[in-house]
């Protein structure tokens, strides 16, 4: 088993936001945060796929958070890609949780959550356990029907 290791010990979110999240930083009311205070706060983007997203982020004592909601929908893949890479460097490791259902919370039918924990590294399996390493989805594609014509 792979372990992914932090850079170094502490938070790893960016310090410094990301201008598209920055512009979208609620500044006025009961959630709002100051310009410039990072990646904690209430924030409205346009999504890669065409949906508004609300996001929220903030550091806790052992983890980083952010959570990822729609109007009428879960947000999909490529839209959590897309919050990662907001908050986290591409070569951060996050994660989402399947909680016991015994510890579930659900206060957002369409919400989805990524967590970083900041005092422990992340355990990861090996990249071959995935899928076939070097192979892209087109390329996977073909291989996979091949296999199905067989069978």
Same mark, same amino acid.
């Given at each position: 088993m792979q372990l992914y290791r932090p850079k170094e010990e502490g938070g790893r979110m960016r310090k410094q936001s990301v201008e598209r999240l920055e512009a979208g930083r609620v500044r006025d009311g009961r959630f709002a945060t100051a310009p410039g205070s990072g990646p904690s706060g209430l924030f409205f983007v346009q999504g890669p796929c065409g949906c508004q997203l609300k996001i929220v982020g903030f550091v806790r004592p052992g983890w980083e958070h952010v959570s990822v909601s729609t109007p009428r929908r879960s947000p999909n893949w490529e839209e959590m890609c897309f919050a990662k890479d907001m908050f986290w460097d591409e070569e951060e490791c996050v994660m989402q949780l /399947? %909680? %016991? /259902?015994? &510890?579930?919370?659900?206060?957002?039918?369409?919400?989805? /959550?990524?967590?970083? %924990?900041?005092? &422990?590294?992340?355990?990861? %399996?090996?990249?071959?356990?995935?899928?076939?390493?070097?192979?892209?989805?087109?390329?996977?594609a073909i291989l996979f029907a091949q296999m199905s014509a067989t069978s």
């Open positions: /399947h %909680p %016991p /259902h015994s &510890q579930y919370v659900n206060n957002s039918r369409y919400c989805l /959550h990524l967590w970083r %924990p900041t005092r &422990q590294v992340i355990p990861m %399996p090996p990249a071959a356990f995935v899928g076939i390493v070097g192979l892209g989805p087109s390329e996977a």
